[in-house]
Structure formats: C-alpha cells, structure tokens
C-alpha cells in the first residue's frame, strides 16, 4: 500500500503497514485526542464553505468545457463524414466510417473526459455538503457539552 504525504497530498511509493486500532487499550485521554477539537471543526467548516462557495462557477466552467467538447465531437463527425463522401463513400459506408476516424475518437475522447470531469465536479460538491453538515452536528455537540 502507497503512503500519502498529509501536507502534499503526494503519494509515495514507500509501503506502508496497516496497524490494528486497539480502542480498548487505550484510556480515556488517548481516546480524546482522537477526536478533533472544537477549533479544528470550525475552521474544517470555514474551509468547506469556501469551497463549496466556489463550486457553483467551477460547475459552470465544467459545464461549458463539456458543452465546447460535445460541439467539437459533432463537428469532427461532419467533417469526417463529408470527407469519407468525398472520395466515394456510399452514405452507409461513410456513416460506418466515421466512428473509427482518428479526430473523432479525439473528439469523443475529450467529450467523455469533460463529462468524467463534471461529474466528479458534482460528487465533490455533494461531498462537500455531507462534510459541512457532519461539522455542523459535531459543532452543535461540542457547544452543547460546553454549554457555549
């Protein structure tokens, strides 16, 4: 198994060792420092809500990349098709073609990449809206304990 560096986020090729977590021999101290603090929930809730302030225009950029890649993928098909009906092609034969044209596998390439991109685009941002309300429950307890 690859380590991930916390601060890069850079994998590295180092193998790592999955250890046991031995909760009952802990106390109650080790326990707590499990857990994060009050002031790690709130900036993680900081940082989230950055993010997902962002995520609206970069749904959009995404959508656009795709709408841009969808257009190209139905120009290179036309191209292609009218080329392969220039040099003789039957209207069957040049619609067969087309698919296995190089530009157009590019075309469809890039389409189905900008489409992966959203939707992980979208995964993320619901991602997103789960962590803020998990943060916000941990908030809501941490300020229930202290009375705050």
Not at 13 to 25: K, Q
Not at 46 to 54: D, F, S, T, V
Not at 101 to 110: L, T
Not at 118 to 131: C, I, S
Request: charged residues 35%; glycine residues 6%; without cysteine.
């Amino acid at each position: 198994m690859s380590a991930v560096d916390p601060r890069t986020g850079e994998i590295s090729e180092e193998e790592t060792a999955l250890v046991p977590l031995n909760i009952s021999g802990l106390n109650e101290d080790e326990i707590l420092q499990l857990l994060p603090t009050p002031r790690q929930v709130a900036g993680a809730m900081l940082i989230a809500r950055e993010r997902l302030a962002k995520a609206p225009a970069a749904l959009d950029t995404l959508s656009g990349e795709l709408k841009k890649a969808k257009r190209d993928l139905i120009v290179a098909r036309a191209l292609a098709f009218s080329r392969y009906r220039s040099e003789g092609w039957s209207l069957g034969d040049a619609r067969a073609l087309v698919d296995s044209d190089e530009k157009v596998s590019a075309a469809r390439e890039a389409a189905d990449d900008a489409e992966l991109r959203l939707e992980y685009g979208r995964e993320l941002r619901k991602t997103l809206d789960k962590d803020i309300d998990l943060l916000r429950s941990l908030n809501a307890n941490y300020r229930a304990e202290h009375g705050s």
